[in-house]
């Protein structure tokens, strides 16, 4: 079951405007979103709480969060400012619970601040990458033209502040869907509808992202349905048929990304699209039966359009490394990519054969961080501002290579490697940690670099 954390959030308002900030890249929670100041309350907030009187409608524990928040991401002093007379109330907009597929769930109070006087700020930029002030009406254009990553909760505080300045409740606050009869989705960035469905990928993520894609108007596809069991399923074809989905889009054919897409083809009634790669894989693992009985199959390969967001044409990127046949998908502007298993929000990326090459992995990684996407979207976990995660996972997998390299030099087998390059994984993954470290030994050996494999290998 997740964790969840009591957090705040402050929403300063001052002359028509609010202010926003875009969170760094490498923060664990909502890493490059744009978002609001706040963060989590500690056990020991309330027993140093402000006892100004605009302050006087939030609960004690809130109010010290809120301060502290401010002061470290921001620089501002809340209680200074009250005592000068420069704050002119706070209310409480409402409550956010994150949603129960997130590992890590916030219960997140959002406070609105009404400011006299707009403060000077001195930003903590390891936590904010900029913080801004706009009318609220001019953020959720922006939203709407898909040029904002932003959580829900955030996007209907603009909205209602949009709608009326001088909001003291945000009605659709908390995030909410029908368990009996759909799934959660929520859209990040506007057009990419992204549906959590519960999957049997690999611990510890429990679900593959699915979405649907395409504008009202055009092309709408299904990307990487994979429902664990039938129920899920009818779940995911309801909101299929809602959307007028076209088309089913596999970026690659692992398990976890196709399972039971082909049935829901069917009932459907509607083709499926994958690269000529992943369609003899999946014929291979199936024996044919999962192409028995579709309307049509259709092959994608590298600048092929798949449909429109925003009008404009969204892409097919050939991405191997992980699977030979992956595809991701990117808009001509690249606000963002949709990756496959290139990266995880969530775990991380196993190399195997025959599929896996680390070599052509690495390449892919380097190609998507040369075109520098504005968001990252992954298969699992959430999405990701900008290609900071990226270029980590490469350094990453470089050190990782170097310390394989040495240990491989000094005679060391793959089963003497294990408990030294995945120190503190849990054994049970040490059979996948094993694919890994064979991959980067195939792409040394490759690369000249090895002579010859070790012994035990």
């Known amino acids: 079951m997740s964790r969840i954390l009591d957090a705040v959030t402050a929403v300063l308002v001052h002359d028509g405007e609010v202010l926003l900030m875009r969170r760094q890249p490498w923060l664990s929670a909502f890493p490059g979103f744009n978002a609001f100041p706040g963060g989590k309350i500690d056990k020991t907030d309330g027993q140093n709480a402000p006892g100004c009187r605009s302050l006087a409608g939030v609960e004690p524990r809130q109010a010290e969060a809120l301060a502290r928040e401010l002061a470290e991401e921001l620089g501002w002093d809340l209680p200074a400012a009250c005592d000068a007379g420069l704050v002119a109330g706070a209310s409480l907009l409402g409550t956010a619970l994150t949603p129960p597929v997130f590992p890590v769930r916030f219960n997140t ?17 390891n936590e904010v990458a900029e913080a801004f002030w706009a009318p609220p009406a001019e953020l959720v254009r922006r939203y709407e033209a898909g040029e904002m990553l932003i959580a829900p909760p955030s996007l209907e505080t603009l909205k209602a502040l949009a709608a009326d300045i001088g909001a003291r409740q945000v009605a659709r606050l908390h995030f909410e869907f029908r368990s009996d009869d759909e799934l959660p989705m929520i859209e990040q960035v506007c057009g990419l509808r992204h549906v959590w469905v519960r999957s049997h990928t690999i611990p510890p993520a429990q679900h593959t992202n699915a979405f649907i894609l395409g504008d009202m108007q055009s092309h709408r596809v299904l990307v990487d349905p994979s429902p664990a069991d039938d129920a899920e399923m009818e779940k995911l074809l309801a909101m299929a048929q809602r959307y007028g989905v076209h088309e089913i889009f596999l970026t690659h054919h692992h398990h976890d990304h196709r399972e039971r897409a082909d049935v829901m083809a069917r009932r459907l ?7 000529d790669d992943t369609r003899g894989r999946i014929w291979d693992r199936t024996e044919g039966r999962f192409f028995e009985g579709l309307p049509t199959v259709n092959l994608y390969r590298e600048g092929d359009v798949l449909c429109r ?3 404009q044409p969204v892409r097919v990127l050939e991405v191997p490394g992980h699977d030979q046949g992956q595809l991701a998908l990117m808009p001509d502007s690249r606000a963002w990519c949709l990756v496959g298993d290139l990266i995880q929000g969530l775990g991380t990326v196993v190399i195997a054969k025959p599929e896996g090459h680390m070599g052509r992995y690495f390449e892919s990684l380097r190609r998507i961080i040369a075109l520098d996407p504005k968001v990252i979207v992954p298969s699992h976990g959430t999405s990701l501002g900008t290609v900071y995660r990226l270029s980590e996972t490469l350094k990453h997998r470089q050190a990782r290579e170097l310390q394989i390299l040495g240990l491989h ?23 996948l940690a094993r694919m890994n470290i064979e991959g980067h030994l195939d792409k040394l050996r490759e690369e000249g670099r090895l002579a010859a494999a070790p012994t035990g290998r």
């Not at 509607?270 to 690269?275: C, E, H, T, V």
């Open 109 to 125: 109070h959002f406070y609105r601040v009404d400011l006299r006087e707009r403060p000077a700020l001195t930003i903590d930029h």
């Open 269 to 275: 009634q509607i083709p499926i699209g994958m690269s």
């Open 309 to 311: 967001w925003m009008g």
């Open 409 to 431: 030099q000094q005679g060391r087998s793959v089963d003497e490697m294990l408990p030294i390059v995945y120190e503190g994984v849990d054994q049970s993954l040490w059979p």
